[in-house]
């Protein structure tokens, strides 16, 4: 019977592995069929879709570590059909796998501080898809030598007062992180706090609860305030990947440590424009940034970025 942890560490080191099955979107930590009376934790496999039966070349049903680790217990498998998972950029939406184009519009998340310096939040994918490293960041470090082009939306649906067109991407290929910030300019503007956003959680010492309620702060032209609850059978640490085209060839990038949360409420259904919409809790704070979302007519998933890797890069930059 695998704890946590030992079903934690067995995601590590098999993700890669197991996103190379076919169908397979992402993969998880969680409980068999959804069952959160059981002890136990396995890894859950989120697929386009399910076949009638497994073979040779399916997920296994059991996960086994590596030869000579005694630490490390068997951990199962229990495969869900999500659907596709498309990012939520502006229209089109891409579709896992198929690349992305620069200079779409998106969503503020936030706007972050630095050093008497303002930055709008959001994410990677909005800003560029350029992973070569001649434009990320390292950990939050900021060099003006370093943009480039970019377009976003604030919650309201209007564009940011004060962008400059110009954007650091968080994320390359070594350290993969869907997020972006753009500089706001302080001549232009006096840039303003999301009024829905009162701090940052830590989800390290309070993680996610079953039926625990979260809103997305969507655009006003995207349908504003999007409720949900997180359902039973919660998924922690969820990871994923896509294909990106860049200077340097397709690049596969592969995020893990995501949030994970339905994508379709009585509020509606999450969708192109959103990705960079702050996910937050009850009390306002940040619990992540939207991603994008599977679309499969019964189960459809959504994916953020979560509070902690925010943090874990840029552990310097604080809410306005």
Known sequence: ???????????????????????????????????????????RVHVSAKTKRRTKTSVPKMLFPPHGSKWLAPVPTDVEQVGIIKLHRALPAVQSGTGLNMEEYGTCAAILKNNGLRYALTCGHVASNDLSGLHNLSYGYLDSSQLIDCSLLDSGGQEVPGVVGQCFRCSSKQSPIDLALVQLDPNACAPQRNPNVSGIRSLKSNPLQPDEQITIIRRVDRGGLYKTGLPQALD?????????????????????????????????????????????????????????????????????????????????????
Request: aromatic share 8%; charged share 15%; hydrophobic share 40%.
């Open 1 to 43: 019977m695998a704890t946590y942890s030992q079903a934690r560490a067995m995601l590590r080191i098999r993700a890669k592995k197991l996103l190379g099955y076919k169908n397979v979107v992402a993969v998880g930590l969680g409980r068999k069929n959804g069952d959160r009376s059981r002890r136990d934790w396995c890894i």
């Open 236 to 320: 922690h640490y969820v990871s994923t990947s896509f294909d990106y085209p860049t200077s340097m060839g397709t690049q596969s990038v592969m995020y893990d440590g995501l949030i994970c949360y339905p994508a379709t409420s009585e509020d509606g259904a999450l969708g192109p424009g959103d990705s960079g919409s702050a996910v937050v809790d009850a009390q306002g704070l940040l619990l992540g940034v939207h991603m994008g979302a599977s679309n499969d007519a019964n189960r459809p998933f959504a994916y953020g970025v979560s509070s902690d890797q925010l943090m874990s890069w840029a552990p310097t930059l604080t809410l306005v």
